[in-house]
């Protein structure tokens, strides 16, 4: 237990300009066990989906099954399953141990019971020793595990997280992270976690479901979503810094091979199944700045330009280049001898370039490589 298939899911709510569509048309099967994220920009739906799932919202059509069985009207208490949003909220009257048992308190279970079952989780989010304090004497990490305990003793068939870890410090976040992957490990529950941070969706998850204005724009593995993404929304949403496009045009077309020409380069690539391009077609050529490389000799790059911004971040540096058709980034080590004003040039990695349709920024083709990317991590 427990599979999650949401079939054909839409939410129209009523605003005064008329309706508002918030999902529009969702298909979704979650495997049990499986950690799934959706992610999307702000008002993609990602909160309605998850509410609908929840049975906090009532779908306008559309259904929600558990294992086969359609929940779609049954309310949200009768669901058993536990949710996590941004806002914690522990009660601050009560003590750890009375916080983390109250969902059981609710289902009526006694209290020796929700006592023991309130420790076993408290052990797993390791605040064991926290039991007696109450939320104010905690820290922010402290009462975020206590949160997750709370969320965990309810042993419900799946979890479902809102953006849990938003209010956090980027410390903090990242340890709540391990957490959170640690705890669904051990506890082996369907997971829907949403979030707006696709570092956060790409690093956590299985799957990574990317949603834009109500729809689903790709599922996928992070490796898939990231090195081969369905279309430009998709390429530029998941990875950091964006994905840089320039202006292709399609040289020769024989079969499912192409050559495509950027600024005097010309790179060979592979069709994606279904994808037609013809010479001489406009085409938008994908480059992540993770796949260039800076060097000193503008000569000696696929293009030239002028390093106009260099922010170190860790061991890495963001770049921005005054490149062929203006703003170019790349990433580079923190330590590469480059100051702001030096001429550079830009190698790119011939086996990562992506190509998309310049008009519906479908994916078309991806880099004729032996080794198919799709198969690495980020
Ligand atoms: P965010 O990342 O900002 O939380 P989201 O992806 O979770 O956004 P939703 O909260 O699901 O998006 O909202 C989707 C769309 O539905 C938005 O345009 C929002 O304004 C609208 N919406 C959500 N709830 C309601 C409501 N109760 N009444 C009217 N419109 C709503």
Do not use: W
């Amino acid at each position: 237990m427990s599979s999650i298939t949401i079939t054909d899911l839409r939410k129209e709510y009523s605003v005064k300009a008329g309706t508002e569509v918030a999902v529009d048309g969702i298909d979704l099967a979650i495997e049990s066990g499986e950690f799934i994220s959706i992610v999307g920009p702000s008002g993609c739906g990602k909160t309605t989906t998850l509410r609908c799932i929840a049975g906090l919202e009532i779908p306008t059509s559309g259904t929600i099954a558990f294992d086969g069985v359609d929940v779609t009207e049954v309310p949200a208490n009768k669901r058993d399953l536990a949710m996590m949003f941004q806002d914690i909220a522990l009660y601050p009257h009560m003590t750890v141990r009375q916080n983390i048992a109250y969902p059981l308190k609710i289902a009526g279970i006694d209290k020796e019971t929700r006592h023991e079952t309130a420790r076993e989780a408290a052990e797993v989010m390791q605040i064991g020793d926290l039991l007696d304090k109450h939320p104010g004497e905690l820290s922010g990490g402290q009462q975020q595990r206590a949160g997750l305990a709370r969320t965990i003793v309810q042993d419900p068939i799946a979890f479902l997280m809102d953006e849990p870890l938003s209010d956090l410090d980027a410390q903090l976040k990242i340890e709540m992270r391990r957490e959170i992957q640690r705890v669904h490990k051990r506890l082996g529950k369907a997971t829907i976690y949403v979030t707006h941070d696709q570092e956060e969706a790409l690093t956590m998850s299985d799957r990574v479901v990317v949603l834009n204005d109500g729809r689903i724009e790709q599922i996928g593995a992070p490796e898939a979503v990231y090195n081969r993404p369905a279309n430009a929304f998709v390429a530029t949403f998941v990875g950091n810094p964006s994905i840089n496009y320039l202006e292709g045009t399609v040289d020769s077309a024989r079969g499912d091979s192409i050559d495509v020409s950027v600024h005097g380069r010309r790179f060979a690539m592979d069709l994606e199944p279904d994808a037609r391009v013809s010479p001489g077609d406009t085409v938008a050529v994908g480059i992540r700045p993770q796949h260039v490389e800076v060097v000193a000799d503008p000569d000696t790059g696929h293009f030239g330009g002028v390093l106009s911004l260099f922010e170190p971040v860790d061991d890495r540096a963001h770049t921005t280049v005054d490149g062929p058709e203006g703003e170019f980034r790349a990433v580079t080590d923190a330590n590469a001898p480059f100051d702001e004003g030096d001429e550079i040039g830009l190698v790119v990695d011939e086996g990562k370039v992506l190509l998309f349709d310049d008009d519906t920024g479908e994916l078309l083709a991806r880099a004729a490589t032996p080794d198919d990317p799709v198969s690495q991590r980020p």
